[in-house]
Nanobody
Framework: QVKLVESGGGLVQPGGSLRLSCVASGFTLAYYHIAWFRQAPGKEREGVSC????????VYGDYVKGRFTISRDSAQGTVYLQMDSLQPEKKAIYFC????????????????????WGQGTQVTVSS
């Protein structure tokens, strides 16, 4: 059974940092690219970042480039999202997700391509 469990969210001041983790089980993470999405209250889910399984190629949403870093430790079944220089944000939920089919090589930030989702971890950036 595929399971994705996010953690690391919380309340942080603008300009601060958080490190999110996504622990994967029930499948071999090394065969899948994996992505982070976020959803703010009243808004659609949007792509934050993804990392491919073949060569760890990364993709970032335009608004996070240069501030967030995605990484993976396939041996530990864990993916991380280091978030720096955080901007004010009200209770956004960050989700990790994988597609249905493994070994797709190139990751994208299209929600329609992802099948399995975690429950999310909440991030609030406020002073």
């Amino acid at each position: 059974q595929v399971k994705l469990v996010e953690s690391g969210g919380g309340l942080v001041q603008p300009g601060g940092s958080l490190r999110l983790s996504c622990v994967a089980s029930g499948f071999t993470l090394a065969y899948y690219h994996i992505a982070w999405f976020r959803q703010a209250p009243g808004k659609e889910r949007e792509g934050v970042s993804c990392i491919s399984e073949r060569d760890d190629t990364t993709v970032y949403g335009d608004y996070v480039k240069g501030r967030f870093t995605i990484s993976r430790d396939s041996a530990q079944g864990t993916v991380y999202l280091q978030m720096d220089s955080l901007q004010p944000e009200k209770k956004a939920i960050y989700f990790c997700t994988i597609p249905l089919i493994p070994e797709q090589a190139v990751c994208t930030l299209d929600t329609r391509l992802y099948e399995y989702w975690g429950q999310g971890t909440q991030v609030t950036v406020s002073s």
